[in-house]
């Protein structure tokens, strides 16, 4: 088992890592400049859903449990994020 974080560690943006549950095994998931926050399982495991800054403003985006496969949603609502989270209902 693997869990989902976001950290904003050495002072950088938050960005997404995922470690095992016994907190070894760090694993920073996709580096970049942008504030990754809310990450999320899919129902099976396989991706997660986060809120990211990196398209220029707060969207929904997805990744797969490995780092792979980043997609950003151009029709995420703009206030998204405004309160801190985001409801995900998969």
């Known amino acids: 088992e693997r869990i989902v974080f976001a950290s904003n560690r050495g002072d950088a943006s938050y960005q997404l890592y995922t470690a095992t549950t016994d ?3 760090l694993k920073l998931l996709r580096p970049n400049f942008s504030t990754s926050r809310s990450p999320r399982w ?6 997660i859903a986060f809120i990211s800054t990196e398209p220029g ?9 490995n780092g792979t496969d980043f997609r950003s949603y151009n029709k995420t609502n703009p206030d998204l994020g405004s309160t801190g989270e985001a409801c995900l209902d998969w």
């Open 42 to 47: 899919s129902p099976d495991g396989t991706t």
């Open 23 to 25: 907190g070894r095994n």
């Open 57 to 65: 403003r707060n969207r929904i985006c997805t990744i797969q449990r």
